[in-house]
């Protein structure tokens, strides 16, 4: 049991828990927080396995923002503990199992195939080697995402504007 | 004339093409809205026509003048081909032999002398571009059919003056009765047609093509079918046989003639007496090698013939209706064809064919001209005493009468008398169809003088103020004489050998029938016992005749009153006659009821409205059924949606991994 | 040495959670943490893959889907701002109006 095991069972184990608070907490409230433990838990993962750079944008985005964004958003909506209705009828029967079956499926289907694999960090320090990538290779999808960041503002905007 | 040598046998298109040309002409005359005058029509009716039995006589020099190699085989042109399926090819092609001659020459010289006189009798009908314009494509079709070179082509033709008779019936269409008789007509014939089809398609089956000169080779060759045997050939004669029934009236499928007096008298005079309803004749004629291979078809053929002529001559004896007695004749008539064909005499049958145009076509006219001098009138209970008063008229008729009967030196004598001569030497029971022969020549005259006298003689049984009788004009009586002239020579082609005549008719056809030997005799005749026993039947039928007419004189001259004692005497007899034996009936019981009603219960309501129409709105109701179950789904939840996305990805992956899934070595978890 | 599949199981793991929250969670907000919580699941095995084949373009992708989910998560937020303020309700349940 190395080290490194430990600290990855220990962070998986948290990505879970927090998972599964997602679920069984009621106030919507507590699923934001158990989803912040859980993506502090991926981040951790990340570092774990050398991509700093993805961890820390993890954190900073969507820790930092995109969560704040949702409690900012349950708190002026007064979002209050859920009601008890009913589930619709496939959901309630078949919901869990076919959850079961699809991870199930894509833990099969990964454990059949893949192998061991190298741990070691990257060759090319990550935020280097992903800025190089970024600004060659993918320029385009780059300039499509910032613009599409650019339709967001607006989108948001034109919405919160209806009010008046 | 070398430029024109050989230019109508070259193009023997021309001959059917000119009435076309008039039926187009005069018929697309009614869509331009001004009614051309009737000098207009008629020009370019009987122009064309006209010019159509000149380019037929035309076509005859030319072709007896061909080198005698060339005139033992049939001259064929070949326009262009109509099918060509895989091994089958229909051509449109047309043929000149002896046979397509002497039909050729009747059909466009009767015909032209019809139009003649339906200039005069039809002057004051309305609709005369129409009728002129369906005589001519008659005229068309009907050359169509005696010159075409396989049953195809022939069946075209048939099938366009089946046509053409439907149209002409049911001319007077704004009455109901004339066109139910047109009805009548077009669907009766098809019931023969599909014998007929279905004849041709074993022929075609057997030989491999249907050219007259390919199938006629190949049956040269074949053995002929024992008498009793129901060999290909002998079914497909006898079906091509129903479909002459059809069409030349006889049993079972005569009913339609009868009827079709519904038409104007021209009508009856072309189609239903000298051209069209010949077709069947002609049709086992030409077709006479196939016959001649299939004696028990032969025999069914002669058989059929005789009892018509008797069943037909029966009912004629007691009607009323001018037109219907000479409708009862020309079936029996026709039935005097047929037997002559079945028992071999090909020639004597087209002979009687001949003549019979002749007469009968002026018996019609005739009629005719009577009905049109009596204002209307068509029975003969309200006629009589017009001898003195329509003088060309009775004159000519009493020819046709003198030569339906068998009178010599009349042409219906020599055709006649081949015919019966020949009946009598086939074996087997020649003479039982001598016999009913005979009997039905007496019939023959019986009924024919009996019209003459109920007609033309005697006391007027009609009142003479009310009703002016007029002699016709010019265009109706030239037609008349004309014809009367050919009932009286036209026999003399045939003068049997024991006159010291030669039988330039037969001697005509022998190419086509091959020497007309005489048919089997049941004992070997030397030719003086052959010579007396002619004159022996000539004799015996000219005493026939001469007891139908004096039999006829008795009852309705002498003794007049006579002939309704008898008739009520013998009520029951008489009423059977004078409803033709309810055949009409009995097919309406029989046939037409039961499939009136099948069509209406079973394949209306069960087949078309259930079946086919539950199918189709079923299959309509049954996506909508299924349309509604499905949109369920879309029940707004979002969470459901998120369900069936997962069941979606879950069998994706399933379809994509599954194979790859499978226990396998190799893989190292 | 954390053997990859550790990884990629656990993102199996994470994404099977986050459809189970989706289907039974009634919160429209918690509906949408919950496809968060499927992203990142997907973020992880994209992350491990590109640490398996050794190359960067995995995390370039993560960094496109992390951008793509900030602003899906801004314009989602706001309809459904404006959607709880006119059905005023979060209840998933009663926003069904597009249905059969």
Same mark, same amino acid.
């Given at each position: ?70 409690? +900012? ?31 199930? +499926? ?28 970024? +600004?060659?290779?993918?320029? +385009? ?24 | ?95 000149? @032999? ?91 014939? #098809? ?25 006629? @080779? %190949? ?27 059809? *069409? ?74 001018? *037109? ?14 047929? &037997? ?19 007469? %009968?076509?002026? &018996? ?51 055709? %006649? @008398? ?149 008739? *009520? ?16 009936? &009995? ?20 087949? @078309? ?29 979002? #969470? ?30 | ?27 429209? /907000? !918690? ?16 992350? !491990? ?16 889907? /992390? ?34």
């Amino acid at each position: 049991m190395t080290p490194v095991l430990i600290v990855f069972f220990v962070l998986a184990a948290l990505a879970v828990l927090g998972a599964v608070t997602l679920i069984a907490a009621r106030h919507p409230i507590h699923s934001a927080l158990a989803l912040i433990v859980v993506m502090v838990a991926l981040a951790g993962l990340y570092l774990l396995q050398g991509a700093e750079f993805v961890a820390a944008v993890q954190i900073i985005v969507y820790g930092g923002a995109i969560m704040v964004l949702f409690v +900012f958003v349950i708190m002026l909506l007064n979002a209050g503990e859920e009601e008890r209705t009913s589930v619709s009828r496939i959901a309630r029967i078949a919901g869990i199992p076919l959850a079961l079956a699809l991870s199930g +499926f894509l833990a099969a289907a990964v454990l059949r195939f893949s192998q061991a694999a190298p741990q070691a960090p990257v060759a090319a320090s990550s935020t280097r080697g992903l800025s190089l990538l970024l +600004f060659r290779e993918f320029v +385009f999808p780059f300039e499509l995402t910032s613009f599409l960041i650019l339709v967001a503002i607006l989108g948001a905007l034109v919405l919160a504007q209806r009010e008046n | 004339m070398l430029i024109l040598k050989d230019l109508i046998l070259n193009h023997l298109w021309i001959i059917p093409l000119l009435p076309l040309l008039g039926a187009a002409i005069n018929g697309l005359s009614g869509l331009f809205g001004a009614k051309w005058p009737n000098k207009a029509v008629n020009a370019v009716a009987l122009g064309s026509t006209g010019l159509s039995f000149l380019a037929a006589l035309e076509c005859v020099r030319e072709f007896l003048n061909l080198p005698p190699a060339q005139l033992a085989r049939p001259w064929v042109q070949q326009y262009f081909t109509w099918i060509a399926a895989g091994t089958f090819r229909a051509g449109f092609d047309l043929q000149i @032999d002896h046979l397509t001659i002497v039909m050729l020459l009747v059909v466009t010289g009767v015909g032209w002398l019809i139009h003649i006189y339906a200039t005069g009798y039809m002057s004051h009908e309305g609709g005369y571009y129409r009728f002129f314009s369906y005589l001519n494509l008659f005229m068309f079709f009907m050359l169509i059919l005696v010159m075409a070179a396989n049953y195809v082509l022939l069946f075209v033709g048939w099938e366009g003056v089946g046509l053409a008779s439907y149209l002409l019936i049911g001319f007077y269409f704004l009455k109901k009765s004339a066109s139910d008789a047109g009805k009548k007509a077009f669907i009766v014939n #098809r019931i023969g047609d599909f014998g007929f089809m279905l004849g041709m398609f074993l022929l075609f089956r057997t030989f491999g093509s249907l050219d007259f000169v390919t199938v006629f @080779d %190949k049956a040269r060759e074949l053995p002929a079918d024992a008498l009793g045997q129901f060999g290909i050939i002998t079914i497909s004669c006898l079906l091509l046989f129903m479909g002459a029934t059809g *069409k030349s009236a006889q049993l079972p499928l005569y009913v339609w003639l009868p009827d079709a007096m519904e038409g104007p008298t021209p009508v009856s005079a072309l189609i239903h007496a000298a051209t069209m309803v010949t077709a069947g004749v002609y049709v086992v004629a030409r077709s006479h090698i196939l016959f001649t291979h299939a004696p028990t078809a032969m025999l069914v053929v002669a058989c059929v013939g005789a009892a018509t002529a008797f069943f037909a001559a029966t009912i004629g004896l007691v009607q009323t209706d001018i *037109k219907k007695i000479l409708a009862y004749s020309t079936v029996s008539q026709l039935g005097y064809m047929f &037997l002559a064909c079945g028992v071999g005499a090909f020639s004597a049958g087209i002979f009687h064919l001949m003549t019979h145009a002749f007469f %009968k076509a002026l &018996l019609f006219l005739a009629a005719g001209s009577v009905i049109h001098a009596m204002g209307g009138e068509q029975e003969v209970t309200r006629m009589g005493g017009l001898s003195s008063k329509i003088r060309w008229t009775y004159l000519t008729m009493l020819m046709a009468t003198l030569a339906i009967a068998g009178f010599p030196p009349f042409a219906g004598f020599f055709s %006649k @008398d081949a015919i019966l001569f020949s009946a009598f030497q086939h074996a087997p029971g020649g003479q039982f169809l001598y016999a009913v022969g005979l009997v039905s020549a007496l019939l023959t005259a019986f009924y024919m003088f009996r019209l003459i006298f109920l007609t033309f003689h005697g006391q007027p049984r009609f009142d003479e103020h009310h009703v002016h009788v007029h002699e016709s004009p010019k265009s109706m009586l030239g037609p008349l004489v004309v014809l009367a002239l050919l009932s009286i020579v036209g026999g003399w082609l045939a003068a049997p050998s024991f006159w010291g005549g030669t039988d330039y008719f037969s001697a005509f056809l022998s190419p086509v029938f091959g020497a007309e030997a005489a048919p089997e005799a049941a004992t070997a005749l030397s030719v003086a016992a052959e010579h007396s026993l002619e004159i022996n039947m000539a004799v015996v039928a000219v005493l026939t005749a001469l007891a139908g007419l004096l039999l006829a004189f008795w009852l309705y001259l002498r003794k007049p009153g006579s002939a309704d004692q008898l008739a *009520k005497s013998m009520r029951g007899l008489y009423t059977t006659l004078l409803n033709k034996y309810y055949v009409d009936e &009995l097919y309406a019981a029989v046939i037409i009821r039961p499939l009136v009603w099948i069509s209406d219960n079973v394949l209306w309501r069960a087949v @078309d409205a259930g079946g086919i129409d539950g199918a189709v709105n079923g299959a309509a109701s049954g996506t909508t059924a299924i349309g509604d179950r499905l949109r369920r789904a879309h029940s707004g939840n979002a #969470r459901s949606y998120a369900v069936w996305v997962v069941i979606g990805a879950i069998l994706i992956l399933a379809v994509i991994f599954w194979p790859l899934l499978k226990p396998a070595a190799g893989m190292v978890p | 040495m954390v053997p990859a599949n550790y990884y990629l199981v656990l993102s199996a793991i994470l994404f099977g959670l986050g459809i189970v929250a989706f289907v039974f969670k009634r919160n429209i /907000i !918690t509906l949408f943490m919950s496809i968060e919580l499927m992203l990142n699941a997907v973020n992880l095995a994209f992350v !491990t893959f590109s640490q398996v084949l050794g190359k960067l373009d995995g995390q370039v992708f993560v960094l496109f889907v /992390i951008v793509v989910a900030a602003a899906e998560a801004a314009v989602g937020l706001g309809i459904i701002i404006l959607i709880a303020r006119h059905r005023q309700s979060l209840n998933v349940e009663r926003m069904d109006l597009m249905k059969f």
